[in-house]
Structure formats: structure tokens, C-alpha cells
């Protein structure tokens, strides 16, 4: 399993973790609690991780840095779509995963 870009839906207690591979098939998908979100992430080779712009967004970043990803912080306009597109599943389409890629970069 090689991750090429990992997105994260940050919350308070449960956290959604999606992962594509450079074709854009997904090929990880975990619901992590807060306690165990740095330990699942170390557990992953580094990749591209894409989290929302929001207040522990720049907290989040740091530590997943320490872990040797590279991440990239998208802004809550970018993310958008993604929430309209995935109302009532978590399933992403081949059209999602290059805007994700394109917004990360």
C-alpha cells in the first residue's frame, strides 16, 4: 500500500482519514479517535497530507511534519466541494481525486 496523498477531515474526537494512491485509487480508509491519530500516522510511510485550514489545522501540521510528511494546508473554499460531493457517502469518484491533488499541491 503506497499513499500518495492523504486527506484528513480534522475534528474534535473522531478524525477521517482517506488515502489515494498516484493513480487515485483509493487505497486507505480508517476512522481514527484523537488518541490514536499520531500513532496511525507514523505508522504510514511519508506522503502528501491534506488537511483544512482551520484553528488546529497549524498544530496538526507541525506534528505530522515531525513524522516526515509533507503537508499541505488547503483553504476551507478549496474544501468545500469535497463536502458537497461526499454527503451521505465517503466514497470518492475519479473526478474528486485530481482536484484534491491539484489543491494540495
Known amino acids: ?44 510511510e511519508p506522503c502528501t497530507v491534506a488537511i483544512e485550514a482551520c484553528t488546529g489545522a497549524f498544530c496538526w501540521a507541525r506534528q505530522f511534519e515531525e513524522l516526515g510528511h509533507k503537508v499541505k494546508i488547503v483553504s476551507p473554499q478549496y474544501v468545500k466541494p469535497f463536502v458537497k460531493l461526499w454527503r451521505g457517502e ?7 481525486v485530481p482536484i484534491m491533488r491539484r489543491n494540495a499541491a
Open 90 to 96: 465517503h466514497n470518492r469518484t475519479n473526478h474528486e
Open 1 to 44: 500500500m503506497t499513499i500518495d496523498v492523504l486527506g484528513i477531515d480534522l475534528a474534535k474526537n473522531v478524525f477521517q482519514l482517506h488515502g489515494v494512491d498516484r493513480k487515485g485509487n483509493a487505497v486507505f480508509k480508517r476512522r481514527v479517535m484523537r488518541d490514536q491519530l499520531l500513532s496511525v500516522i507514523a505508522g504510514i
